[in-house]
């Protein structure tokens, strides 16, 4: 049988790991910003450091909510809600701008 000690520290390493990678995900998200506002055209480097930065943020913000549903009953609810926010964010917002570019699209 397990010791419940050593459950506790595996427990505690899998909600660290998780908020690990949910505030790296975070982090590259914010690293594009700069980037994008300071790369002006689609073609310079700072456009390009930009969607690297961003695509990374994605990568990493399914990763941690793949990580959060796998250990999902184990994981505090702080970590649970930290680890899915960033790709519902995400996701939110290209559905939003999905929307609106349908919507202001010229109809002629």
């Known amino acids: 049988m397990v010791d419940d000690a050593a459950w506790r520290v595996a427990i505690a390493q899998r ?6 990678v949910a505030v790296w ?6 690293a594009a910003v700069p980037a994008a506002l300071i790369g002006g055209s689609a073609e310079s480097a700072g ?5 690297a930065s961003w ?9 941690a909510f793949v990580l959060a549903f796998r250990h999902w ?3 505090p609810a702080a970590t649970r809600w930290l680890a899915c926010l ?3 964010v995400v996701l ?10 349908a919507l202001t699209r010229p109809t002629g």
């Open 15 to 20: 909600a660290r790991r998780t908020r690990n």
């Open 25 to 30: 995900s975070i982090a590259f998200f914010i």
């Open 47 to 51: 456009a390009l450091l930009a969607l």
């Open 55 to 63: 695509l990374l943020g994605v990568m990493a913000s399914i990763w």
């Open 73 to 75: 009953e184990t994981l």
């Open 86 to 88: 960033p790709l519902l």
């Open 92 to 101: 939110f917002l290209m559905a939003a701008a999905v929307i609106v570019t």
